[in-house]
């Protein structure tokens, strides 16, 4: 049967489990649901809730102990290291709380990293850059370096760094947690105008406020997926 992917992602019975010692503590316990496309979810829990380990491995940067997880219709837990590689690299974008933005490089050299990755052309991916960070409110900061930016101009940096490859999804860990409220909204700002478009974003909070920016809202607790619900209507 052939057709477009019925969903951005799903996951059938995901569980995660380390060993620490004796004990197997239970990352994430049979956990199933569906992300549509175009949909804007927060993901809340608790420290040790699971909700970390869940995007880790929503991201191809961990693999579940059972369950199956599927991205675009693709089994990603089936994937050798190389095609999970590229998996990261093209069908995931990463924002992260701390930036992780390289200091030595100028704003639109941190942003092309993702297209050398992927070898696209030099002259390409420079003029992808600038226009990722024209899209971003950022094109009179193409040449700073991050320590010449303030915390939402580098969080902006590293939203357009995300978007280099054109990703069907779009993960961020705490976005906002290192950014004070007003520059926190106008990067919240940015991803509703990111998912209005058409990205399917899911974004790791523990601020209600944060959450409240979403669409739908999934909690974790004890490895669980305890309640998710939409809270809103998209604008």
Known sequence: MTGAPKAAIRVEELAKDYRMGDNVVHALAGVSFEIKYGELVAVMGPSGSGKSTLMNIVGGLDRPSSGRYFCNDENVGAMDEGALARFRNRTIGFV?????????????ENVELPLVYAESPPAERKEKAHELLARVGLADRADHR??????????????????????TILLADEPTGALD???????????????????TILMVTHDEEVAA?????MRF?????????AVRQAA
């Open 213 to 217: 920016f979403a669409r739908r809202v």
């Open 96 to 108: 992260f709380q701390q930036f992780n933005l390289l200091p030595r490089l100028q704003a639109w």
């Open 146 to 167: 991050p320590t010449q930016l303030s915390g939402g101009q580098q969080q902006r940096v590293a939203i357009a760094r995300a978007l280099a490859c054109d990703p």
């Open 221 to 229: 607790r004890d490895g669980a997926l305890i309640s998710d619900e």
């Open 181 to 199: 409220t007003a520059t926190g909204e106008d990067v919240l700002g940015l991803f509703n105008e990111l998912n209005r478009s058409g990205l």
